[in-house]
């Protein structure tokens, strides 16, 4: 079995210490209401998503890597110094809400800088050579975290301090492709005006959301100065499915990267736009998902000698998203799903795809 055969997962359990309380589904607790519920970005959610990669039919073909924290250093290469050192005095304070969605805890900074920390090391591993592709099981998430705001349960953005870190190293030309639930604003934000890091997010067309999430995700938003023409949105209409995401893939996000021709790939890997997602209702399914990672593998394969690096983003159906994933990296390995969709009531024929 070569490298081209594997998958290098990385992971660190810090990642469990963030702990994001109960509420009101994201929220804080109603007084209305007996009983609180858990936040949806829980480390439940990982453990699971662990579990599955570990005992699925895949596990043979995964070689597991631990993680590690970011530094300082790294943080501030797509970070503002004044931001991180907010986050930084936090730390121990109890809890904080930074937006009315994104709770912040003690363990909460010791978890960022796992997440961060282990997608530097999976982005560097595939960017060194030790292996072609990589996934790093991280949260919590980033892709909403802009250089000097969190949102969206993000504080820092990982796949934006990795690339940042790789290009420290070498790398010239990357391509991050999101197909989270939601509109990737903070990565878009942080890479608006380079012409070398093409972003590209497929997301439920929900428009801004306010002050930590002024950014529409419209098709609109083409990035700025050198670099315009290298942001492209893709918003899909709530309820897309396979077929819809599978033709923005084949007729929008391949030609953009072809054209881009980067040295890596990278995929903030969400499975919140499934149909099972509180998040989410896009009823994306698990043929879905597996044919997105084949399509990313494929053109990894193509442009830039396969190296391809998966982060982990959203996915807040505890269970169906670790299944999700778990068909995402089949799709990545070239397999079709071996895992019996359990409750998919809303079986796309076109979602299979090639």
């Given at each position: 079995?070569?490298?081209?055969?594997?998958?290098?997962?990385?992971?660190?359990?810090?990642?469990?210490?963030?702990?994001?309380?109960?509420?009101?589904?994201?929220?804080?607790?109603?007084?209305?209401?007996?009983?609180?519920?858990?936040?949806?970005?829980?480390?439940?959610?990982?453990?699971?998503?662990?579990?599955?990669?570990?005992?699925?039919?895949?596990?043979?073909?995964?070689?597991?890597?631990?993680?590690?924290?970011?530094?300082?250093?790294?943080?501030?290469?797509?970070?503002?110094?004044?931001?991180?050192?907010?986050?930084?005095?936090l730390e121990g304070e109890g809890r904080?809400?930074?937006?009315?969605?994104?709770?912040?805890?003690?363990?909460?900074?010791?978890?960022?800088?796992?997440?961060?920390?282990?997608?530097?090391?999976?982005?560097?591993?595939?960017?060194?050579?030790?292996?072609?592709?990589?996934?790093?099981?991280?949260?919590?998430?980033?892709?909403?975290?802009?250089?000097?705001?969190?949102?969206?349960?993000?504080?820092?953005?990982?796949?934006?301090?990795?690339?940042?870190?790789?290009?420290?190293?070498?790398?010239?030309?990357?391509?991050?492709?999101?197909?989270?639930?939601?509109?990737?604003?903070?990565?878009?934000?942080?890479?608006?005006?380079?012409?070398?890091?093409?972003?590209?997010?497929?997301?439920?067309?929900?428009?801004?959301?306010?002050?930590?999430?002024?950014?529409?995700?419209?098709?609109?938003?083409?990035?700025?100065?050198?670099?315009?023409?290298?942001?492209?949105?893709?918003?899909?209409?709530?309820?897309?499915?396979?077929?819809?995401?599978?033709?923005?893939?084949?007729?929008?996000?391949?030609?953009?990267?072809?054209?881009?021709?980067?040295?890596?790939?990278?995929?903030?890997?969400?499975?919140?736009?499934?149909?099972?997602?509180?998040?989410?209702?896009?009823?994306?399914?698990?043929?879905?998902?597996?044919?997105?990672?084949?399509?990313?593998?494929?053109?990894?394969?193509?442009l830039c000698g396969g190296r391809l690096?998966?982060?982990?983003?959203?996915?807040?159906?505890?269970?169906?998203?670790?299944?999700?994933?778990?068909?995402?990296?089949?799709?990545?390995?070239?397999?079709?799903?071996?895992?019996?969709?359990?409750?998919?009531?809303?079986?796309?024929?076109?979602g299979g795809g090639r």
């Open positions: 079995m070569t490298s081209q055969d594997r998958i290098a997962v990385f992971f660190h359990p810090a990642v469990h210490d963030h702990d994001t309380g109960r509420g009101f589904f994201e929220t804080r607790p109603s007084a209305l209401l007996e009983l609180a519920e858990p936040h949806p970005e829980n480390a439940a959610r990982l453990v699971n998503m662990k579990a599955v990669l570990e005992r699925g039919p895949i596990a043979e073909s995964l070689d597991w890597v631990e993680g590690r924290a970011a530094t300082r250093e790294e943080l501030l290469l797509f970070h503002d110094a004044a931001y991180l050192d907010s986050l930084a005095a904080h809400w930074i937006t009315g969605t994104t709770p912040f805890a003690p363990g909460s900074h010791q978890a960022v800088l796992a997440a961060a920390g282990t997608t530097v090391a999976a982005l560097d591993h595939v960017w060194s050579g030790h292996g072609k592709i990589a996934y790093a099981l991280v949260r919590p998430p980033g892709h909403h975290a802009q250089p000097a705001q969190a949102d969206g349960y993000c504080f820092v953005n990982n796949i934006g301090v990795a690339v940042e870190a790789a290009r420290q190293k070498g790398l010239r030309r990357a391509a991050v492709v999101d197909w989270d639930v939601h509109h990737g604003n903070g990565t878009q934000e942080g890479f608006y005006a380079d012409p070398d890091i093409l972003t590209v997010s497929l997301h439920m067309d929900h428009g801004a959301w306010g002050p930590s999430h002024p950014q529409t995700g419209g098709a609109e938003e083409i990035g700025e100065g050198a670099g315009t023409g290298a942001n492209l949105n893709i918003p899909l209409p709530m309820g897309a499915g396979d077929r819809r995401y599978l033709e923005a893939f084949d007729l929008q996000v391949a030609p953009a990267l072809r054209r881009h021709k980067p040295e890596l790939v990278v995929v903030a890997a969400g499975q919140d736009a499934s149909q099972f997602d509180p998040n989410g209702r896009q009823c994306v399914t698990m043929t879905g998902f597996n044919a997105l990672g084949r399509r990313a593998r494929a053109l990894a394969g193509e690096v998966l982060v982990q983003e959203g996915g807040y159906a505890p269970s169906y998203a670790a299944y999700c994933l778990h068909a995402t990296l089949e799709g990545v390995l070239g397999r079709a799903c071996s895992l019996k969709d359990p409750i998919a009531y809303l079986p796309d024929p076109a």
